[in-house]
């Protein structure tokens, strides 16, 4: 099954499971559609779905090819760089490019300067938190579908490495976010007052993220 869109043809992926009782879209980073059912969900029906959800699918590709455009290359603390391959260094930052060994493991060098840079910022932000909160246990890995993790029984707060690669507000943002679970371990507008408490962008810096 396929989809022609603006004059484009992009691939439908469906999948029928057991345990999905309703009917999910999304657009993966290839811009394959991907639709998650159940086993009794017939063609006919999932065609009907998608065309009905036009306008909405085109929002989901647009969104995920401005992902795909903000992951794409060398970054570093919201910078994007020309990657140069070089042997006489292990990286070396000019004003528009980097140069970076062939051998160089990019991320271990990305934890090595997030393990310093995450770490000052979350002192920072404890130190002039709103509201008095145990210090946290900081952990640093990568990733998929959160830029942050609080446990809320261990006090351990555990960023995403890939902030490392984007401006340090949303790197403060996150880090402002987890301290306040550590409060309210929820999303209750409690929660969502205390984060603006301590930081009154976030909303600005959360629609942005999503662009990542």
Same mark, same amino acid.
């Given at each position: ?23 999910? &879209?999304?657009?993966? $980073? ?60 292990? &990286? ?10 062939? $051998? ?6 990305? %934890? ?11 002192? %920072? &932000? ?12 900081? $952990? ?12 809320? %029984?261990? $006090? ?57």
């Amino acid at each position: 099954m396929k989809l022609q869109l603006d004059g484009k043809i992009y691939p439908i992926e469906i999948e029928k499971k057991k345990t999905t009782k309703n009917t999910y &879209i999304r657009v993966k $980073k290839d811009l394959t559609i991907y639709v998650t059912t159940n086993l009794f969900t017939t063609t006919n029906q999932i065609s009907k779905l998608i065309e009905e959800n036009t306008d909405k699918i085109r929002k989901m590709i647009d969104s995920q090819q401005t992902k795909n455009k903000n992951n794409t290359g060398f970054y570093y603390l919201g910078k994007k760089y020309d990657v140069v391959n070089v042997d006489y260094c292990d &990286i070396s930052f000019g004003d528009k490019k980097v140069f970076i060994n062939k $051998k160089l493991d990019i991320d271990k060098w990305y %934890k090595k300067q997030a393990e310093v840079l995450f770490k000052e910022h979350l002192d %920072k &932000i404890y130190h002039r938190f709103s509201k008095r909160i145990p210090y946290p246990t900081l $952990k640093i890995r990568k990733m998929k579908s959160r830029w942050g993790v609080c446990n809320v %029984k261990t $006090k351990t707060v555990t960023l995403n490495l890939e902030l490392i690669k984007r401006d340090e507000k949303y790197l403060d943002y996150v880090i402002v976010h987890e301290l306040s679970h550590l409060i309210h371990a929820n999303h209750s507008p409690r929660f969502w007052t205390l984060v603006e408490e301590n930081m009154k962008d976030y909303k600005k810096y959360r629609k942005e993220m999503k662009e990542f």
